[in-house]
Antibody, heavy 122, light 107 residues
Framework: QVQLQESGPGLVKPSQTLSLTCTVS??????????WSWIRQFPGKGLEWIGDITYSGSTKYNPTLMSRGTISLDTSENHFSLKLSSVSAADTAVYYC??????????????WGQGTLVTVSS | DIQMTQSPSSLSASVGDRVTVFCRASQSIRSHLNWYQQKPGKAPKLLIY???SLQSGVPSRFSGGGSETAFTLTISDLQPEDFATYYC?????????FGRGTKVEIK
């Protein structure tokens, strides 16, 4: 079965760029049926969809990021990545990657990675 | 953005109880509503998609209902492993949005 695993620094300084990678195993990231997504969970437990990328490289982002986010795909490594620029303490969260199934009727996130805590602090 | 409002924010229940969690959307989302279960330190897990379809492997004591703006998640015969936080999520339009969660605690 498909599994996802996030990796990246757990501490980022304010104003710098947060960079995370999600490695997919048990399935190909090139499958056309899925989008590959990033979601974060704030310390107060609220969940926020960050954005996704399709197998062809099309992206969509949450406007709340104010154009700070970039999601990219590496099919040769079977992983996808998130970069979030100009971070502040408000970006401190657990970051999850997830596979998103989308068709005309159904649209859901499953499975999710285990999550990685990123703290923004000097 | 579509706002998702869950109620109650927490509830206490006993093993064997029937529990219902409510989720309301700020506008019609037809049946584009998913439910997730999250246990402490773990990622959310998909339980119900498209308002009422049970994800493969999820016990049949979980059921979902509703459409347009009002939705429910019901757990019949609550089991010890069901004590967790439950989130609804709309997939009708981006940005995709989640409810704030309902924590089901042991009475």
């Amino acid at each position: 079965q498909v599994q996802l695993q996030e990796s990246g620094p757990g501490l980022v300084k304010p104003s710098q760029t947060l960079s995370l990678t999600c490695t997919v195993s048990g399935g190909s990231i090139s499958s056309g049926a899925y989008f590959w997504s990033w979601i974060r969970q704030f310390p107060g437990k609220g969940l926020e969809w960050i954005g996704d990328i399709t197998y062809s490289g099309s992206t969509k982002y949450n406007p709340t990021l104010m154009s700070r986010g970039t999601i990219s795909l590496d099919t040769s490594e079977n992983h996808f990545s998130l970069k979030l620029s100009s971070v502040s303490a408000a970006d401190t969260a657990v970051y999850y990657c997830a596979r998103r199934f989308v068709d005309t009727r159904d649209d859901w996130f499953d499975p999710w990675g285990q999550g990685t805590l990123v703290t923004v602090s000097s | 953005d579509i706002q998702m409002t869950q109620s109650p924010s927490s509830l206490s229940a006993s093993v064997g109880d029937r529990v219902t969690v409510f989720c309301r959307a700020s506008q019609s989302i037809r049946s584009h509503l998913n439910w997730y279960q999250q246990k402490p330190g773990k990622a959310p897990k998909l339980l119900i998609y498209s308002a009422s379809s049970l994800q493969s492997g999820v016990p049949s004591r979980f059921s979902g209902g509703g459409s347009e703006t009002a939705f429910t998640l019901t757990i019949s015969d609550l089991q010890p492993e069901d004590f967790a936080t439950y989130y609804c999520q709309q997939s009708y339009i981006t940005p995709l949005t989640f409810g704030r969660g309902t924590k089901v605690e042991i009475k």
